[in-house]
């Protein structure tokens, strides 16, 4: 099956932020291609791969950058259909300059961001996207909800059996 998600990131130090957004489309099982490409230093790979990824069959893409945060943005500006920014942390200002290079969009050129480092919801948002015309990928949606759901319960249960002090020792080995 050809993948529907298209995830990039700018760096491969984005890697262990942007492998969340392959994780929950694994669990939720939405084919997607994962890569490199940086927009600044290889912006001919870079058009290429935004401008050919409609004839691949992705349905959406998620871009993720730190920094300047180009890449989102620009693979909007190519691709016709949606694309989510994952603005990467960043040690010289904590991933705001990100955060704001992807929002601050012009007019016309829409990009759906997630929060700082927030590609497990990019992944999610992806994948609902795609939900709207596939019922079966809602269902399997609805689970995963309903999974995050008794995960919570479960949690609030323990603490009230054993009380704040123990739980969180229990929470901090």
Do not use: C, W
Not at 2 to 11: E, F, L, N, Q, T
Not at 26 to 42: C, G, Q, W
């Amino acid at each position: 099956m050809a993948a529907k998600v298209g995830i990039v990131m700018g760096s491969d130090s984005d890697l262990e932020i942007m492998s969340k957004a392959a994780e929950v489309l694994e669990v939720l099982k939405v084919e997607y291609d994962i890569t490199v490409i940086s927009a600044h230093r290889m912006p001919d790979v870079f058009y290429d791969y935004a401008k050919g990824a409609e004839d691949k069959g992705y349905k959406v893409i998620i871009a993720g950058a730190g920094g300047a945060a180009h890449l989102p943005g620009m693979t909007a500006a190519i691709f016709s259909l949606p694309v989510i920014g994952v603005p990467i942390m960043t040690k010289s200002l904590g991933g705001v300059d990100s955060l704001y290079s992807i929002v601050q969009m012009p007019a016309g050129i829409p990009v759906a961001t997630v929060a700082i480092n927030g590609a497990q919801n990019a992944g999610i948002l992806a994948a609902k996207i795609l939900a709207a015309s596939d019922e079966e990928l809602l269902g399997r949606i609805k689970e995963y909800a309903a999974g995050l759901k008794e995960t919570v319960a479960a949690k609030s249960e323990k603490l009230a059996k054993i009380g704040y002090q123990e739980y969180l020792k229990e929470s901090n080995k």
